[in-house]
């Protein structure tokens, strides 16, 4: 089973709205990261969230971490079209050697 | 800086057939992990590596042997191609930690037939 699971599995917004996705994760971790992929591409970073932070801005981007919950939240304000890619998050088991990744989720932004 | 490099992009097998997808990276990280990506799944773990000599086994190993005796390069092997093993394979490296950002290549989309 995997450790991320995100939620939901795809939106669709126009541009200009806001996106919220979540990550939702079973065991104890020390570090959640945030990823974006474009249609045909590798993923990229977007943002690192350590087990001991609550939440962490990067330009457009707003990460919430609620450990006693075990889930994360993604908001991506003032969406454009360039903003259309799958989502993912990533989790460590509370190890430093094993990074495991949710199903993603798929965002449509509609100009 | 090139970054993350995989080759082949693209490849068509048969079953049985064995090959070994590259992959190089040229930002001296010490970790290398290998991952699949299907529709629906996510990626999931292959194989990693903690550095020069050392791999250990993900969420989905069986099919595959990786090896790692440089820093730089981490080549996948496919012994005994399955249509099972259709997926698209992805290489990524990081300095050492779960708290480093992984550095992607583009993928190589691998169809067995």
Redesign the interface.
């Known amino acids: 089973s995997q450790q991320g699971e995100e939620d939901p599995q795809a939106l669709s917004i126009q541009e200009g709205e806001n996106a919220t996705m979540n990550c939702s994760y079973k065991t104890s971790i020390n570090n959640l990261q945030w990823y974006r992929q474009n249609s045909g591409r590798g993923l990229v970073h977007l943002i690192l969230i350590r087990s001991n932070e609550r939440e962490k801005h990067s330009g457009r981007l707003r990460v919430t971490l609620d450990t006693s919950k075990k889930s994360s939240s993604l908001l991506i304000t003032a969406s454009r079209a360039a903003d259309t890619a799958s989502y993912f998050c990533a989790t460590d088991k509370a190890s430093y050697d094993k990074v495991i990744f949710g199903p993603g989720t798929s965002l449509s932004v509609i100009p | 800086n090139a970054g993350?490099t995989q080759t082949p992009k693209f490849q068509v097998l048969k079953t049985g057939q064995s090959m070994t997808l590259q992959c190089a990276q040229d930002m001296n990280h010490e970790y290398m992990?290998w991952?699949r990506q299907d529709p629906?799944?996510?990626?999931?773990?292959i194989h990693?590596s903690?550095g020069a000599g050392i791999t250990?086994q993900?969420?989905v190993p069986n099919g595959y042997n990786v090896s790692r005796s440089t820093t730089e390069d981490f080549p996948l092997r496919l012994l005994s191609a399955a249509p099972s093993q259709t997926s698209v394979y992805?290489c990524?490296s990081s300095s050492?930690?779960?708290?480093q950002?992984?550095?992607?290549?583009?993928?190589t989309r691998l169809s067995i037939l």
């Open positions: 993350v992990s991952y629906g799944m996510g990626l999931r773990l990693y903690v250990d993900g969420e992805f990524a050492y930690g779960t708290n950002p992984q550095h992607f290549g583009d993928g």
